[in-house]
């Protein structure tokens, strides 16, 4: 017994041993992704705490995308110019983005769904119709000027609402940590062992920990001391499953509301985008979450389905399959 490590005998934890509470983004609607991480949750002994997704359709997806174009417009750096998008805007973080201390409160975008209560802003007037403006499109980096191709879509807009939503509800809330997963993944069946051997490596300054991501290179970062898995993030993209402490939840939340950076791109992109100047993000590779598409997309309809779990030693869902055949 003298021999054993101490991590092989330390006692389940229904929150993945690092966690004090595993949150799922899911959409009310699909009820059988719900059930497929019930699934999940029951197979692992895990414990799940839901956040409702917010629906693309909603109106509350229109009002922020009628305010991004208001907000550009309003502050526009050559207010002579058309008001048009593209035009380059003044672009200022909010004065308390580094206050990871604080209560968030409600500032910047908070306000822009009109069914936010007693909002100080205006009403919008009506979109045209027929709308004949130009699109409003997405933008990358922080000076304004950087317009990408591609205009803002609603799935996008209601992606980085839920996210959002979801790291407000860890800022505001008790736990040190909290993992979030999104509703169509799969997982290392021993992803609690793996978690506990890795996490002591961390840096007392960490932010994010990227457990599941897609087009990512993370092996050209070293891997830190004592956890050859856990990388200084390189290019992370995707938000299948993600650590996050509540002190960084304070400041990610603020530098998501500032009014020039919300909903400016997919939140993926936004996530990486700080990491790569504002936040210190590490990642796990390979990744010991990752997404399924048996179930098909709300955000990306006709996504062809894919087989991932060849990226998992061990997936919980092949388990789970196997084990219903017996």
């Not at 058309?82 to 306000?111: E, N, Q, R, T, Y």
């Not at 001391?225 to 939840?249: D, E, I, M, Q």
């Not at 709300?298 to 990226?311: D, F, M, S, Y």
Request: charge should be neutral; hydrophobic fraction near 40%; include cysteine.
């Amino acid at each position: 017994l003298g021999s054993i490590r101490p991590i092989d005998t330390v006692i389940h934890s229904k929150t993945l041993g690092v966690a004090g509470r595993l949150y799922v983004v899911n959409l009310a609607v699909r009820t059988d992704r719900r059930e497929a991480m019930l699934n999940l949750a029951r197979a692992m002994d895990l414990e799940f705490t839901w956040n409702n997704a917010t629906d693309m359709h909603s109106k509350d997806i229109q009002d922020i995308l009628e305010r991004i174009r208001w907000w550009r417009n309003l502050n526009r750096v050559n207010e002579t110019v058309p008001k048009a998008d593209p035009s380059p805007f003044k672009f200022k973080w909010a004065d308390d983005v580094l206050d990871g201390v604080s209560p968030i409160g409600h500032s910047g975008s908070d306000f822009w769904p009109s069914s936010f209560p007693l909002s100080p802003l205006k009403p919008l007037p009506l979109p045209p119709s027929p709308d004949t403006r130009p699109s409003v499109l997405d933008s990358y980096g922080e000076n304004g000027d950087n317009f990408g191709r591609s205009p803002l879509r609603p799935a996008q807009i209601a992606c980085w609402h839920s996210h959002y939503q979801v790291l407000r509800r860890i800022a505001e809330g008790d736990d040190e940590v909290a993992i979030v997963f999104e509703d169509d993944i799969d997982m290392e069946w021993d992803l609690e062992h793996r978690l506990r051997s890795m996490w002591g490596a961390l840096p007392s300054d960490w932010d994010m920990v990227m457990l599941g991501h897609c087009h990512s290179e993370e092996w050209r970062n070293p891997a830190l001391k004592g956890a050859p898995t856990l990388h200084p993030a390189y290019h992370t993209l995707c938000t299948h499953a993600y650590a996050v402490n509540r002190r960084s939840a304070k400041r990610i939340v603020r530098r998501l509301r500032t009014e020039a950076f919300a909903y400016s791109r997919t939140v993926d992109h936004a996530f990486r985008f700080l990491s790569s100047r504002h936040i210190k993000v590490f990642s796990v590779y390979p990744p010991v979450v990752v997404q399924t598409y048996e179930m098909g997309s709300n955000i990306v309809p006709g996504r062809t389905n894919k087989e991932r779990v060849h990226w998992l030693e061990d997936s919980a869902l092949e388990r789970i399959a196997l084990a219903e055949q017996l």
